[in-house]
């Protein structure tokens, strides 16, 4: 995964010049936002199917593995 998300400090400069974001708050919330936006995308393209579940398969039904996708996106990304 490339990761093309600016740092904190990166963001918080670019959004200073930015006079839509009018408070730290506004920039804060900004920031958040492209990381949930990248940590759903990343999750979406990494999702796993769980065909197993216990000793038997589950006849023709897929599940979510729910791990697959809280360890998408590594708290790494947030800087």
Known sequence: MTNNIPTAKEFWNQSCK????????????????????????????NVELDYWKGDCQLCGSNTIDKESILNAYPLTNIK
């Open 18 to 45: 930015n006079e839509e974001l009018k408070s730290p708050g506004d920039i804060m919330l900004e920031f958040a936002k492209l990381h949930v936006e990248a940590a759903l995308k990343v999750a979406s393209e």
